[in-house]
């Protein structure tokens, strides 16, 4: 039993931070015990509701109603086909710091599951797609943006983990506007990660060291600078 | 009716005495069909709507995130596979993990604590068919959750019905950062053992 595995109670009841929810994520995409003891704590967890129950306000229920008569449902998740299975397992564990990393994104959707295409697929095979790849000592990362769909994803490979208590967090540089959020990278070496916000408006994108939970405005010059040709 | 249940034998509503086959209308809404979304709503809304309000506590927040969680499921729906986990399980990590980012999020932060105490009505017990299941089945939990260690009960408490994180239910609890996740994770466990989830 790793530390890594003690985790999988705070994560089934929604107690672990963004950061740590996206590590164990990472590791539930590889880990079948983790997902089946997840899946039972949920299962659990649902029971503990029934404690809390409460009847709503009669006219909630007219509001759900109303509302679910002008949005239409999403289509049932396709297999992807076979040939696509290892770049699936990537774009999975991409697909689980999008969830993270875009707030209100997904619930539903688990990290183990192959979605096709995620925003981070879509932005690497982009017709426009255009890469800058920087070398950070032993690590590389590459910034891939595409203007044709307004987003941008970071591929790092032997990324050191931030210093302790602290968080790597990405930025857009936007005219006008100076850095921008992106979003905060999870801590692991390798990873996929698609960068919160619009891509289109900016030139360029960084990342820089904050403290633990991200900085409104970058408070460390960047580790790394990536420009975005024009 | 007896089914395959891979990751979880949770009692699901469907063996229970009374309730609708929450898994089978979910299929339905994912079609499209309307009139099995509002059974839906009407099988699952008081414990949708009372997970909200007792995570976020101000009801007009509450209302919203149980807005939010329906219109969430909806369009979702086609999405949910019964292998995975029951019906309601799903339903209710929709919910909860929308009235943990609610209250997560600063904005929401200084707005909580309200005024719980005075506005929430629990249910009656007869108000409604699922409340009555809910009821039976509060009975049930209750009595397992009489079989942790205080701080098991207090931590799970804490991170699952009040959704602070484990490093805050660490401080609350006066325990050590990084054992709070470890009282979570045992105190579920013994829950689901004891509520017979699982194999």
């Known amino acids: 039993m790793t530390d890594v595995h003690a985790l999988s109670g705070a994560y089934a009841v929604d107690a672990l931070d963004d950061i740590e929810r996206a590590a164990f994520e990472r590791h539930l995409a590889e880990c079948a015990d983790c997902r089946a003891e997840v899946a039972e704590l949920r299962e659990t967890a649902a029971l503990l509701a029934a404690t809390e129950a409460v009847e709503p306000p009669p006219a909630l229920r007219d509001r759900v109603l109303a509302d679910i008569a002008t949005v239409r449902p999403l289509p049932p998740p396709v297999a992807p086909p076979r040939s696509r299975r290892r770049l699936g397992n990537l774009v999975a564990a991409a697909a689980a710091t999008v969830v993270l990393l875009g707030a209100g994104l997904a619930v539903w959707h688990q990290p183990w599951e192959e979605e096709n295409p995620t925003i981070a697929e879509s932005v690497l095979t982009a017709t426009d797609a255009q890469s800058t790849t920087l070398e950070l000592g032993e690590a590389t990362a590459t910034v891939t943006h595409s203007d044709s769909l307004g987003r941008a994803v970071i591929v790092t490979d032997d990324m050191p983990p931030p210093p302790e208590g602290k968080v790597y967090q990405l930025w857009f540089d936007v005219p006008g506007e100076g850095m921008v959020s992106a979003g905060l990278m999870p801590v692991a070496t390798d990873q996929t990660v698609v960068l919160e916000g619009d891509a289109t408006t900016a030139t360029g994108a960084g990342i820089t060291v904050e403290p633990a939970g991200g900085s409104e405005e970058p408070t460390t010059p960047p580790v790394a600078v990536f420009p975005f040709d024009a | ?199």
Do not use: C
């Open chain 2, 1 to 199: 009716m007896e089914h395959l249940r891979p990751v979880a034998g949770a009692p699901s509503p469907d063996d229970g005495a009374s309730g609708p086959d929450l898994a089978d209308l979910l299929r339905r809404s994912g079609r499209g069909d309307e009139a099995a979304f509002a059974a839906l709503y009407d099988a699952s809304a008081a414990r949708v709507y009372g997970l909200a309000v007792r995570v976020v506590r101000d009801p007009a927040q509450a209302e919203e995130v149980t807005q939010e969680s329906f219109l969430e499921i909806w369009r979702t729906a086609g999405r949910f596979d019964p292998a995975r986990g029951s019906a309601l399980s799903w339903l209710l990590t929709i919910t909860h993990r929308k009235a943990v980012d609610r209250v997560r999020s600063a904005e929401a932060s200084s707005r909580r604590e309200t005024t719980y105490e005075q506005r929430n009505q629990p249910v009656a017990h007869d108000a409604t068919a699922e409340a009555a299941e809910a009821s039976m089945e509060a009975r049930r939990v209750r009595g397992a959750l009489a079989n942790l260690t205080e701080v098991q009960r207090e931590a799970v408490s804490l991170a699952y019905l009040g959704g602070y994180t484990h490093t805050e239910v660490a401080t609350m609890l006066d325990l050590p950062v990084g054992t709070a996740k470890t009282r979570i994770r045992d105190g579920m466990i013994r829950l689901r053992d004891a509520l017979g989830v699982g194999s």
